[in-house]
């Protein structure tokens, strides 16, 4: 037997039992076709991406600002001076992400069902739920980092903390739990209404039948935006540096202001992309076993 | 006010004229005088409909006569615009009674089975004994298997709905609701989603519950099966129930022209 097996490199890997190869005097493989062009179409792209990335390259080292770019922003010492610092001072960053998104997807969720109670009686919960989601939705992050970190210690209240981490992790929650209260809200709205009908029937209350009923369901359904939400707060931690706090961007400012090298801007950049791309690959693979899910569910 | 008065004549006449025997204790249900619309089309125009312990009642109509807004509304999921449902000789739309309360004591069984996908066998069915009833989990198990084990589903108590055959289903849908031991079962066309190979377990189901004297209201397509089943079969048009009477009244000398020709129209599509 072949190593490469009959179908090329790039083809069915499935071992061949030996009912495929007794048939294999039978009609042309329309397979083989198939995987020949695809191994030809992934040739043909990976030439291409070289070609493109050879003619980028080539232009920017020999733009003529390139050797001072390389100096300020590409310099392998400070790289590797600022590198440690900057992981370190990121650990603040991890540190207010995951306590922020605790508290996110439990103010999430309570905004959610908020808004989601239905009938007159419930008309003023709503419409608190609704005016929070709308407004910290329409406020940009760093607003509320600024005004909630500057203002209220400038109230200057005995015994108001005047930790600038807490005002960022509020903020930051306030702000993302806006959003997030929307991921869930179209998560429980996409539940069938004979769901609840059917916990309805049993006996069960409203309250109930959300809590074991709709939301599980919601919930399974909403993870792949809701990493999505995550990475984009994950990004937004940096905006807590402008009230103070001493994170990653904010040391790499401080390293840059003492050197003169812009660095560890770099080293930090590629700490983020190190963290999120998995990330978003993770999320795109969820997202993507969801749909096939459900297409095979459909029915 | 006057509404009030009216509906309570009715009642009165409603039970007079059902040939009930007069037994001690009230009919299991009492539906008088019932309308009910959505937004301009009115889909129950009065119904009146009395049903006594142990008997077993069809309804049978064209599709969108009403016969699903029906058992809906004397399950209190839908709210009605007029009219009065009694269980048990307790009014349940009174102003002010429990709704969780009294659905307990009526289970209602969908066309579309309505499982909860994300749990198992098991706990689609203990979860409403467990969170409605307060039973405990360990004694609620106990029970659910014993039932699962009657309708020949005690492997599966583990499984996941989306592993289950159409009809392995709509049994679990049954069994969900006959935990809680209610004292009214509601079936709405339970055998209208399922390949023609699975109905007979469904319906076989039904029978078995049946003579156990279950009380049931049961809307159809199966015509054969509400000939065996039923104690009375009733047929809606257009919001009311036209016709009522034993099945061998209704199948095989109906009175009024509706109901011959809603008969023909199932004979001809062969399904009696
Ligand atoms: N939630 C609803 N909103 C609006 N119209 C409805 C609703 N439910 C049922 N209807 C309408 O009421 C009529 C009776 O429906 P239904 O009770 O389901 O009839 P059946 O079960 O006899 O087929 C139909 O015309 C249907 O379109
Ligand atoms: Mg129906």
């Not at chain 1, 989601?133 to 940009?140: M, T, V």
């Not at chain 2, 509304?73 to 449902?85: F, Q, V």
């Not at chain 2, 589903?153 to 935990?179: H, T």
């Amino acid at each position: 037997m072949s190593v490469v097996g009959p179908h090329g490199p790039f083809g069915n890997r499935r071992p061949l039992d030996s009912g495929e190869s007794l048939r294999s005097s039978g009609p042309p493989p329309a397979r083989k076709r198939f995987d020949s062009a695809a191994a030809k179409s992934s040739s043909i792209a990976l030439v291409s991406s070289v070609v493109v990335f050879t003619v980028l390259a080539f232009i920017v080292v020999n733009a003529p600002g390139w050797p001072s770019v390389q100096q300020y922003f590409l310099n392998e010492h400070w790289f590797w001076y600022s590198l440690p610092k900057i992981v370190d001072a990121f650990g603040v960053n991890v540190r207010l992400f995951c306590t922020a998104e605790v508290l996110i997807l439990v103010l999430g969720l309570l905004i959610a069902v908020m808004r989601s109670l239905p009938g007159p009686v419930f008309f003023p919960v709503r419409l608190i739920a609704t005016i929070y989601a709308d407004i910290f939705r329409a406020l940009p992050s760093l607003l509320i980092i600024f005004i909630l970190g500057f203002g209220i210690p400038g109230l200057g209240i005995a015994g108001v903390p005047t930790d600038p981490f807490l005002y960022a992790v509020v903020a930051l929650t306030l702000v993302y739990s806006a959003y997030v209260s929307e991921v869930y809200r179209a998560g429980i709205e996409s539940i069938h209404p004979s769901q609840e009908a059917a916990a309805r029937s049993l006996g069960l209350n409203r309250f109930q039948s959300l809590r074991y009923v709709i939301v599980p369901q919601a919930v399974r359904r909403v993870i792949p935006p809701l990493l999505n939400d995550f990475i984009g707060l994950q990004k937004d931690t940096v905006l807590v540096s402008s009230i103070g706090v001493v994170e990653a961007f904010r040391e790499s400012q401080i390293i840059e202001g003492a050197k003169f090298n812009s660095t560890p801007y770099m080293a930090l950049a590629l700490i983020f992309i190190v963290i999120t791309i998995p990330l978003a690959r993770f999320t795109d693979w969820l997202v993507a076993r969801d749909r096939r899910r459900f297409a095979a569910s459909a029915r | 006010m006057n509404e009030q008065t009216v509906a309570a004549d009715t009642v009165v006449a409603g039970s007079a004229n059902a040939g009930v025997p007069a037994a001690s204790t009230s009919p299991a249900l009492e539906v008088a005088g019932l309308w009910k619309s959505f937004g301009d089309l009115q889909v129950l125009r009065g119904i009146d409909l009395t049903v006594a312990e142990h008997e077993v009642v069809c309804l049978i109509g064209s599709s969108g006569s009403g016969k699903s807004t029906l058992l809906r509304c004397i399950n209190l999921l839908e709210p009605i615009d007029a009219g009065r449902i009694i269980v048990e000789g307790n009014e349940i739309t009174a102003p002010g009674v429990n709704v969780n309360r009294i659905r307990r004591r009526i289970g209602i069984v969908f066309q579309s089975f309505n499982l909860f996908p994300h749990m198992s066998v098991l706990s689609n069915v203990t979860l409403a004994p467990r969170k409605a009833l307060g039973m405990s989990k360990v004694q609620a198990a106990a029970e659910a298997t014993a039932l699962l084990e009657r309708f020949g589903l005690a492997d599966k108590r583990n499984e996941y709905p989306d592993r289950l055959s159409g009809g392995q289903q709509q049994r679990v849908a049954i069994v969900r609701a006959l935990a809680m031991k209610p004292d009214l079962l509601l079936l709405d066309e339970i055998t209208s989603a399922l390949d023609p190979e699975l109905v007979a377990e469904v319906l076989n189901v039904i029978r078995e519950l049946g003579r156990g004297g279950m009380t049931m209201v049961i809307a159809t397509h199966e015509m054969g099966f509400a000939r065996d089943i039923a104690s009375r079969v009733c047929f809606l048009d257009q919001g009311t129930i036209l016709e009522q009477g034993s099945p061998s009244d209704i199948f095989s000398r109906p009175r009024e022209a509706r109901t011959q020709q809603f008969l023909q129209r199932i004979i001809e599509a062969g399904r009696l």
